[in-house]
């Protein structure tokens, strides 16, 4: 199994907005061979920002690295690259991307 996740330092005071905009958001992600799970994490809040990441669960690295270069990855992302004047405010930098590599789990029985 392979983890990607992307870590968001959003402004205070901008969560809901941002928490909506990633509810409403057609991700397609159900479409993609090899993907298994997706959740959006609230962190810690600092004086400045509250952190936020982006989980999803896939199959392999292989899947992953295959939906990075699939027209479904091009349309969940069109508006996030070219985002607008009030995106913009939302966020402090950039995204911080991270990949695992899953090596050991442990479940419920």
Known sequence: MYIA?????VA????????RM????DTHLKEVPGFMEFRLLR????????L???????????DFEAWTKSDAFRKAHAGVRKP????KSIY????????????QAVTRD
């Open 22 to 25: 990633w509810a409403e958001r």
């Open 43 to 50: 962190g810690p809040e600092a004086e400045d920002h509250t």
């Open 5 to 9: 996740m992307n870590r968001f330092r």
């Open 52 to 62: 936020y990441a982006s989980h999803t669960c896939w199959q392999s690295h292989d």
């Open 92 to 103: 402090l930098g950039p995204p911080q991307f991270e990949g695992f590599e899953a090596i």
């Open 12 to 19: 205070k005071g901008n969560e809901s907005d941002f928490e």
């Open 84 to 87: 607008s004047s009030e995106s």
